[in-house]
């Protein structure tokens, strides 16, 4: 059974930059969609960024588009997608989440969310990581 596990969160100024990691277990995640989603308190959650982890296309919100970068590495047959986050904004605040799909339809959809700024609370038929808070503050 595959499961997540995001790292890297943690306090950073206005400006600043963080990587974050979700790793993955029990599956080498060969064909799947994985993203970045976040979440504010209060607020809705908002896709961030995706990426194929068979070919690596990318696809970004127009939030993030120019900030961030997805990325993936494989170790030992252990996948790992980080997001790499420069210029961080107070608004980009929020517990941030990795979401894993190997479900064409509903990965397709996961992405095309992300990429438009739909925000809904669709699961994605996904596995879901437990989240890592990212606070940019001064």
């Known amino acids: 059974q595959v499961q997540l596990v995001e790292s890297g969160g943690g306090l950073v100024q206005p400006g600043g930059s963080l990587r974050l990691s979700c790793a993955a277990s029990?599956?080498?995640?060969?064909?799947?969609?994985v993203c970045w989603f976040r979440q504010a308190p209060g607020n809705e959650r908002e896709g961030v960024s995706c990426?194929?982890?068979?070919?690596?296309?990318?696809?970004?919100a127009d939030s993030v588009k120019g900030r961030f970068t997805i990325s993936r590495s494989r170790d030992n047959a252990k996948m790992t997608v980080y997001l790499q986050m420069h210029n961080l904004k107070p608004e980009d605040t929020a517990v941030y989440y990795c979401?894993?799909?190997?479900?064409?339809?509903?990965?397709?959809?996961?992405?095309?969310?992300?990429?438009?700024?739909?925000?809904?609370?669709?699961?994605?038929?996904?596995?879901w990581g437990q989240g890592t808070l990212v606070t940019v503050s001064s």
């Open positions: 979401a894993a799909n190997n479900n064409v339809q509903s990965a397709t959809s996961m992405i095309r969310d992300v990429v438009s700024g739909t925000k809904t609370g669709n699961r994605y038929l996904a596995v």
């Open positions: 029990g599956s080498t995640l060969d064909r799947y969609a």
């Open positions: 990426i194929s982890t068979s070919d690596g296309s990318t696809f970004y």
